[in-house]
Nanobody, 134 residues
Framework: QVQLVESGGGSVEAGGSLRLSCATS????????MAWFRQAPGKEREGVAG???????NYADSVKGRFTISKDNAKNTLHLQMNRLKPEDTGEYYC????????????????????????????WGKGTLVTISS
């Protein structure tokens, strides 16, 4: 059984930093897509960053240069380092994983009203809340 559990969210002032983690269990595929999404209250879920198993990454334009997605393979944990945070970065952050998702590097810069089912990745965490105050 695959489980994804996010952590690291919190409340910080604009300009600060947070590091989100997504601990995985049961997800042992050698080829995969892992990604971070976020959803602000009343808004659609949007792709933030994607990582393919070969190390290729892509980011939403709104976070490029500020956020970094990475994976600690020894600990089976996905990270999102978020620097120079802005109030518009506020939202629930979700990690997702899929062993055969063809749109991994396309989902950043996309929005979907269907949430997790709309994007279609197989596995999702329950989210961690990030609040940025001005």
């Amino acid at each position: 059984q695959v489980q994804l559990v996010e952590s690291g969210g919190g409340s910080v002032e604009a300009g600060g930093s947070l590091r989100l983690s997504c601990a995985t269990s049961g997800f042992t595929y050698s080829h995969y897509c892992m990604a971070w999404f976020r959803q602000a209250p009343g808004k659609e879920r949007e792709g933030v960053a994607g990582l393919e198993s070969d190390g290729t990454t892509n980011y939403a334009d709104s976070v490029k240069g500020r956020f970094t997605i990475s994976k600690d393979n020894a600990k089976n944990t996905l990270h999102l380092q978020m620097n120079r945070l802005k109030p518009e970065d506020t939202g629930e952050y979700y990690c997702a994983a899929d062993p055969a998702y063809r749109w991994c590097l396309i989902v950043p810069n996309t929005r979907h009203s269907g949430g997790s089912s709309g994007y279609g990745l197989d596995y999702w965490g329950k989210g961690t809340l990030v609040t940025i105050s001005s």
